[in-house]
């Protein structure tokens, strides 16, 4: 079964010290990981697909990297801004085109 | 581009009545997919479309649950009869051909009482 486990649960930073959040995933044959944004009462923002064991993607703070048996979203001098909920996803070549399952994801708060 | 839109924003309705969520998801892409979103069970597929085809439903918990899409504009999702444990949020989405990446509306939360 395909599954996605997501630690820790909760992060609590302060503005400017770095971290990163795991995406553990087993899946019958990766298309590939997604790294998604969710605010408070909003839906979760796309940020980021890995597609290959040692791809990595940046956007502004955030960097995800990617092996075969886990993600890690790197946060590089986190802001309060960065405060959110984030998400991380599987999509398996098994699948007919597009489902995704999702972990329960990390909330991060950054305090100023 | 005014991405998916999701109506209604917030639903309150009685246990046994009949509740409708409806969605439209960008022009052009050809995917469509209905999540629900609890503090237990995280984000879960419900059902998803293709070209307004229904392709995975193995998600819908029950057979009160059902979802139609009529055309390429237009989706819902309706609950017949609605039960407590039926509250959440209810996503929909829509991605291209490729799927890069799906576009999630604002999302409908749904509160059964």
């Known amino acids: 079964e395909d599954q996605v486990t997501q630690s820790p649960e909760a992060l609590r930073l302060q503005e400017g010290e770095s971290s990163s959040l795991n995406c553990s995933y087993t899946v019958s044959g990766l298309r590939g990981l997604f790294w998604y944004r969710q605010d408070p009462g909003k839906g979760p923002e796309f940020l980021f697909t890995?597609?290959?064991a040692g791809e990595e993607k940046e956007k502004e703070r955030l960097k995800a990297t990617l092996t075969k048996k886990e993600s890690f979203l790197h946060i590089t001098a986190p802001k309060p801004e960065d405060s959110a909920t984030y998400l991380c996803?599987?999509?398996?070549?098994?699948?007919?085109?597009?489902?995704?399952?999702f972990g329960q994801g990390t909330e991060l708060s950054v305090k100023p | 581009d005014a991405g998916v839109i999701q109506s209604p924003r917030h639903e309150v309705t009685e246990m046994g009545q009949e509740v409708t969520l409806r969605c439209k998801p960008i022009s052009g892409h050809d995917y469509l997919f209905w999540y629900r979103q609890t503090m237990m069970r995280g984000l879960e597929l419900l059902i998803y479309f293709n070209n307004n085809v229904p392709i995975d439903d193995s998600g819908m918990p029950e057979d009160r649950f059902s979802a139609k899409m009529p055309n390429a504009s237009f989706s819902t999702l309706k609950i017949q009869p609605s039960e407590p444990r039926d509250s959440a949020v209810y996503f929909c989405?829509?991605?291209?051909?490729?799927?890069?990446?799906?576009?999630f509306g604002s999302g409908t939360r749904l509160t059964v009482v």
């Open positions: 890995l597609y290959s």
């Open positions: 989405a829509s991605s291209p051909p490729i799927n890069y990446g799906y576009t």
């Open positions: 996803a599987v999509q398996a070549f098994s699948n007919q085109g597009g489902k995704l399952i």
